[in-house]
């Protein structure tokens, strides 16, 4: 069965710090790949998507994504996190065979120490 | 823009209840797909519809039923409500053709 993982359940950073989040998932056909965020009590919000193209997805607020197909990644990355990242990150991915339904990691919870 | 709409916000029942969820896409989207999030959990996919016709079925109990209407609105309905389905549950829509899904707020429903 097509799976997502996330490699940490719970990150935590200062502000300043370089932020990378793991995520491969296991099927080898065409996927789209996606990043979502969730921040506190909110709903979800696309921070980047991977369809087609240029390995390397530029998203909102600075982050950037690179599809490594060779590893089935799909590494989610932010040079500088903010306090205001503080959220949860969710890895999504959908097949066209198996129609457009996402399937999502576990997250992984960022904290962004002050 | 225009967002998902998704009603009621927050919905409080007591066990054996039902429950009904209701979700307005974006307009023009005609694909509209239900996720359900556990408690400290990932979304799960529940349903999706396309064009009024389900398009797909995920982990959805038979206790649970949906359907899309003619203006492309949805409905989540739940009977015979049970503690763990206490969860968030995310509407999402997308364009004909499209790979992107836009989520609505969610609604929030706590079974006592």
């Known amino acids: 069965a097509q799976s997502v993982s996330q490699h940490n359940h719970h990150v935590i950073l200062s502000e300043a710090a370089s932020l990378e989040l793991g995520c491969n998932y296991s099927y080898g056909g065409t996927v789209n790949l996606f990043w979502y965020v969730q921040y506190p009590g909110q709903h979800l919000q696309l921070l980047l998507k991977y369809f087609s193209g240029d390995p390397l997805v530029k998203g909102i607020k600075g982050f950037e994504a690179e599809f490594i197909k060779s590893k089935f990644s799909f590494n989610l990355r932010k040079p500088s996190v903010q306090w205001s990242d503080t959220a949860e990150y969710f890895c999504a991915v959908t097949l066209m065979e198996y129609g457009n339904k996402l399937v999502f990691g576990a997250g992984t919870i960022l904290r962004v120490k002050s | 823009a225009a967002g998902v709409i998704q009603s009621p916000r927050h919905l409080i029942k007591e066990k054996r209840e039902t429950a009904t969820l209701k979700c307005y896409p974006i307009?023009?989207?005609?694909?509209v797909y239900w996720y359900q999030q556990g408690p400290g959990q990932d979304p799960q996919f529940l349903i999706s519809?396309?064009?009024?016709?389900?398009?797909d079925k995920g982990s959805i109990p038979d206790r649970f039923s949906a359907q899309q209407f003619s203006d492309y609105h949805s409905e989540l309905n739940m009977s015979s409500l049970e503690l763990g389905d206490s969860a968030l549950y995310f509407c999402?829509?997308?364009?004909?053709?499209?790979?992107?899904?836009?989520f609505g707020p969610g609604t929030r429903l706590t079974v006592l």
């Open positions: 307009p023009r989207h005609d694909t």
């Open positions: 999402a829509s997308s364009p004909r053709g499209g790979n992107e899904q836009f």
């Open positions: 519809f396309y064009e009024k016709m389900q398009s």
